[in-house]
């Protein structure tokens, strides 16, 4: 059985825009998200930015408040850090004054926190034979999340000092 072509769906500009007005009231998405569909619909590119106009009028695109809900989700949901935020928010083609206003909101005290209870998850299930071979490793975890390498030695150094004084309490029981 030879596997299906999928069929490009072109849409007229008015199809796009009921399109986008439905997806829109279902989840929120930015105008980035909102260019690319009509570039896969294969929408007149003259057409775009005046239904994208309509859907931001509408208030169907708020760009400030997609950042503010992503922002939002990835921190405590995905427990991200700041740079993956940033990142991917630049993906999706978000301006960097946006990104920096949703980003100034965060809590730098709940961050180290944050990032140091997935740090102490991630030890628990890491296999390692030395200290530094899981430090090395949990350092990585951590710049992988997208937390500043400043905020992820912090949080290693605490978690290796909980290990290491977990391990001295075994320790002086067995000898």
């Keep these: 059985m030879l596997p299906q072509q999928r069929v490009k769906r072109t849409k007229t500009p008015e199809q796009a825009l009921a399109s986008l007005q439905r997806l829109c009231a279902r989840a929120e998405r930015s105008s980035g998200d909102a260019l690319r569909l009509m570039a896969t619909w294969e929408v007149d590119s003259s057409k775009r930015h005046d ?42 083609g978000i301006s960097e004054e946006i990104i920096n206003s949703a980003l100034n909101e965060l809590n730098p005290a709940a961050n180290i926190e944050r990032l140091t209870s997935r740090l102490q998850r991630k030890a628990k299930s890491t296999k390692y ?16 999340l997208g937390f500043q390498m400043e ?24 000898f």
């Design 151 to 174: 905020q992820v030695l912090t949080s290693v150094e605490q978690v290796m000092k909980t290990i290491n004084s977990d391990n001295q309490c075994d320790e002086d029981i067995f």
């Design 129 to 144: 034979e030395t200290p530094y071979q899981l430090k090395t490793k949990l350092l990585r975890y951590g710049l992988s």
């Design 51 to 92: 239904i994208l106009q309509k859907l931001m009028r509408d208030k169907f695109i708020d760009d400030r408040r997609y950042t503010e809900a992503f922002v939002r989700e990835k921190i405590s949901l995905s427990a991200w850090g700041e740079y993956k935020i940033r990142a991917a928010l630049r993906r999706k």
